[in-house]
């Protein structure tokens, strides 16, 4: 791609923080130089960038899970590249590695904060899909939150996103009836037929979500893998069986509010559900990725899990894509193409 | 008392279904022939009988997490009584019992379903107070839901009521701090001076729960005990600390509600702090009261276990002190003593 040479670093940096839901104006492109990698840095060229749903937080002042970005600072993202320069960082020029970078067409980072990946066990953009946050996030949210067992009923929203794809599949190998909420006839179809869900619903088109529920999930819900929250979620809580685990995992609905949201308090029905609602980060799990992710690797090589990437092309559209997560624009993982690999 | 006498028995039966805060009219008290007890059952004549807040919940039709009362239906509550006829029910004339009865001077019940009680272990109305449901609520609540150690802030709502009075003292010997919410400054001083909680919050006069909050659990909440919801669990939601648990045991600032009550959505908040909220029923642990119970004995022995009754003399008044419960009236178990106990 003609963007990428090397006397010009494109840079994204915060230009304001958004109230509701952000626009273009947020990001701000500026061209400076390509940085110099210090003492133990090395020198990355972005390939990939992954845009999520929870950089939303970042760009809120204070209270966010995710620290939050100062106006001025450049926007950071999970990268995939390719290492440049090492100053002893512990890599060689033409590593493949992941970090948490920026959304720029180089950085620099300490050597330790660099993972290398092997392109030869999958493709590149999948470390930042399935064998990547979004699949470990789905991998630990599923075995170890909200825990489907055969014979039980998982739900989970944003069935068509990175993570909820992800989800369905692992808690169908488990043995669950699966049943996944998203946005389109597209994503219906997709999560029924390529992902193997018992049922999809389109909840932009189901205006009783219980109903909705009540015939999707005839048995009640035993556990439910949350990425959007909102009315949806109220509909779940009162479907909830006995001993059900609730997985929180994210709430992209109420990521733009502007108001503290508020809905029908679920307490309550919790004492007589006897469910157990729990938040997770996946950074609490990091220290597992040894296990989660070649397992991960292995559903992925079978055939068994599949997975799905919407790539849109060109740093300079990144704000695009991320704007688009709030739209329901993405199949599986969103991700940016900034610059060609060539093995 | 007077109004025992053998021949007749009296016996409140639901008049109707309470909309809202529920008054007198709720309450149909007739007399009636003392009943004889079948095959394999015993007469037991009433010395005192519980009122509790989870009542309300079985005068409404439908869902509910304990059994709904029909129209028509004798009240039922659990009993300290004494046998006095036993028609193959294993038990001797004069033995002393607790079980599920009636809100009436006499009720049978089959053999199973009555527990001998010892009255030379601790004084017979402590069987339905800190030796009984109450005190096993607030015993695996605290143990086994919300598990507050050395060290960590430990919040209870409903703070000198029969629940929580129990609760915040097994949290203070497990070495936690101790914050109480309740009603009255009475109550606070009982909490802090009696009961020996770090610090008690009368929400009654206390216009910025969080505020009051950070000042008495300086450090956030590790661990929420919750009997009341509504706006004080709002305000614990917002300082529970990472990996903080919540153990939801009632609700009753929402029990009189007649529209499903709303507020602010915490789901998003439990991601950052990565809290697990579980609603439990004390049913669910009632094989384990074996262990429990001569637990709780052995503290309430010690004096390192405190505990207060509210009694309220004369099934006619029964109806008085459960309303009260809804007013806060009681300081620790509200009991109703129907007979007098002659050992």
Same mark, same amino acid.
């Given at each position: 791609?003609?963007?990428?040479?090397?006397?010009?670093?494109?840079?994204?940096?915060?230009?304001?923080?958004?109230?509701?839901?952000?626009?273009?104006?947020?990001?701000?492109?500026?061209?400076?130089?390509? $940085?110099?990698?210090?003492?133990? #840095?090395?020198?990355?060229?972005?390939?990939?960038?992954?845009?999520?749903?929870?950089?939303?937080?970042?760009?809120?002042?204070?209270? %966010?899970?995710?620290?939050?970005?100062?106006?001025?600072?450049?926007?950071?993202?999970?990268?995939?590249?390719?290492?440049?320069? %090492?100053?002893?960082?512990?890599?060689?020029?033409?590593?493949?590695?992941?970090?948490?970078?920026?959304?720029?067409?180089?950085?620099?980072?300490?050597?330790?904060?660099?993972?290398?990946?092997?392109?030869?066990?999958?493709?590149?953009?999948?470390?930042?899909?399935?064998?990547?946050?979004?699949?470990?996030?789905?991998?630990?949210?599923?075995?170890?939150?909200?825990?489907?067992?055969?014979?039980?009923?998982?739900?989970?929203?944003?069935?068509?996103?990175?993570?909820?794809?992800?989800?369905?599949?692992?808690?169908?190998?488990?043995?669950?009836?699966?049943?996944?909420?998203?946005?389109?006839?597209?994503?219906?179809?997709?999560?029924?037929?390529?992902?193997?869900?018992?049922?999809?619903?389109?909840?932009?088109?189901?205006?009783?979500?219980?109903?909705?529920?009540?015939?999707?999930? $005839?048995?009640?819900?035993?556990?439910?893998?949350?990425?959007?929250?909102?009315?949806?979620?109220?509909?779940?809580?009162?479907?909830?069986?006995?001993?059900?685990?609730?997985?929180?995992?994210?709430?992209?609905?109420?990521?733009?509010?502007?108001?503290?949201?508020?809905?029908?308090?679920?307490?309550?029905?919790?004492?007589?559900?006897?469910?157990?609602?729990?938040?997770?980060?996946?950074?609490?799990? %990091?220290?597992?990725?040894?296990?989660?992710?070649?397992?991960?690797?292995?559903?992925?090589?079978?055939?068994?899990?599949?997975?799905?990437?919407?790539?849109?092309?060109?740093?300079?559209?990144?704000?695009?894509?991320?704007?688009?997560?709030?739209?329901?624009?993405?199949?599986?993982?969103?991700?940016?193409?900034?610059?060609?690999? #060539?093995?």
């Amino acid at each position: 791609m003609a963007d990428t040479d090397a006397d010009r670093n494109r840079v994204f940096r915060l230009a304001e923080r958004p109230t509701g839901t952000p626009d273009e104006d947020v990001f701000d492109l500026s061209e400076e130089p390509v $940085p110099e990698p210090g003492p133990g #840095e090395a020198l990355v060229r972005t390939l990939y960038l992954s845009v999520d749903p929870y950089m939303r937080g970042r760009m809120r002042a204070g209270e %966010s899970y995710a620290e939050a970005w100062d106006v001025g600072d450049p926007l950071r993202a999970r990268v995939v590249g390719e290492v440049v320069e %090492s100053n002893g960082a512990g890599f060689a020029e033409g590593d493949l590695v992941t970090g948490n970078l920026q959304w720029a067409d180089y950085a620099t980072a300490p050597g330790p904060e660099l993972s290398a990946i092997d392109p030869d066990l999958a493709p590149i953009s999948t470390y930042l899909g399935v064998l990547g946050m979004p699949g470990n996030t789905a991998y630990f949210g599923v075995q170890e939150v909200t825990r489907p067992k055969a014979g039980e009923t998982f739900v989970v929203t944003g069935a068509a996103g990175a993570v909820g794809s992800t989800a369905g599949q692992i808690a169908k190998l488990n043995g669950a009836r699966v049943v996944g909420f998203t946005g389109s006839d597209e994503k219906v179809e997709f999560v029924e037929e390529e992902l193997g869900f018992d049922a999809g619903i389109n909840y932009k088109t189901t205006d009783d979500y219980r109903a909705a529920l009540d015939e999707a999930a $005839p048995d009640g819900v035993d556990a439910y893998f949350d990425n959007v929250g909102g009315e949806i979620t109220d509909a779940v809580f009162t479907r909830l069986n006995v001993d059900a685990r609730v997985g929180v995992c994210g709430q992209i609905s109420l990521y733009n509010a502007t108001e503290v949201p508020t809905g029908p308090r679920k307490l309550m029905g919790l004492i007589e559900s006897r469910a157990t609602v729990e938040g997770f980060l996946i950074s609490d799990f %990091s220290e597992r990725f040894d296990q989660s992710v070649p397992q991960l690797g292995e559903w992925v090589a079978t055939g068994e899990l599949q997975y799905r990437e919407t790539v849109t092309e060109g740093l300079e559209n990144a704000p695009d894509a991320f704007l688009g997560l709030f739209e329901g624009e993405n199949i599986g993982k969103q991700l940016v193409k900034v610059a060609d690999y #060539e093995a």
